[in-house]
């Protein structure tokens, strides 16, 4: 299989199902904006993580691939036919736990902090600025899966959190606002 097709050189993409929109189209965007953000955490990977931490974002990517593959399908029928591309209740509970597991090692947050920190932390300061930005684009298509709302907004809290104990475990102190 060849990388390159040669179908959007006039500027249209193909959705599940095989209808042809344009590369501006508000699902393209969103959905864009979330392979952006998986890019981010794959950069966050390689400045280093502990090995929790990084099984954690492994599975936070393939999420991120399954909510991309639901966004490019307005039909909403992959999920029920590809396993990999399901998302649900216990995927936002997977990470609620995993939000309360971190935050329970955390020191109190009683201010804003600057995002930042060592270069994992801060590569997941700017991987969740970029999630945020495309759960704005997924409200702003207007239908979108509730529950993959709910993971949008869980997972840009999750990452938050995991920018947190990035930076605590490598003895970075937060700068407060």
Not at 25 to 38: I, K, L, Q, W
Not at 97 to 114: K, N, T
């Amino acid at each position: 299989m060849k990388i390159y097709t040669r179908t959007g050189d006039t500027g249209t993409t193909s959705l599940f199902g095989g209808t042809r929109i344009a590369k501006s189209d508000p699902r393209v965007d969103a959905y864009g904006e979330v392979d952006e953000a998986n890019a981010v955490l794959g950069a966050a990977r390689a400045a280093g993580l502990d090995h929790d931490l990084d099984e954690m974002i492994v599975q936070v990517q393939r999420d991120l691939f399954a909510l991309g593959s639901r966004l490019a399908d307005p039909a909403e029928q992959i999920g029920s036919r590809v396993e990999k591309a399901s998302l649900g209740a216990a995927d936002v509970a997977r990470i609620e736990g995993w939000i309360d597991a971190l935050e329970s090692a955390l020191p109190p947050l009683r201010r804003f902090v600057l995002p930042g920190g060592s270069s994992a932390g801060a590569a997941l300061h700017l991987a969740r600025t970029v999630f945020r930005r495309a759960e704005r684009r997924m409200v702003a298509l207007g239908v979108v899966e509730p529950v993959l709302l709910a993971y949008a907004n869980r997972l840009s809290d999750f990452l938050f959190v995991l920018a947190r104990a990035v930076n605590h475990r490598a003895g970075v102190r937060e700068v407060e606002w």
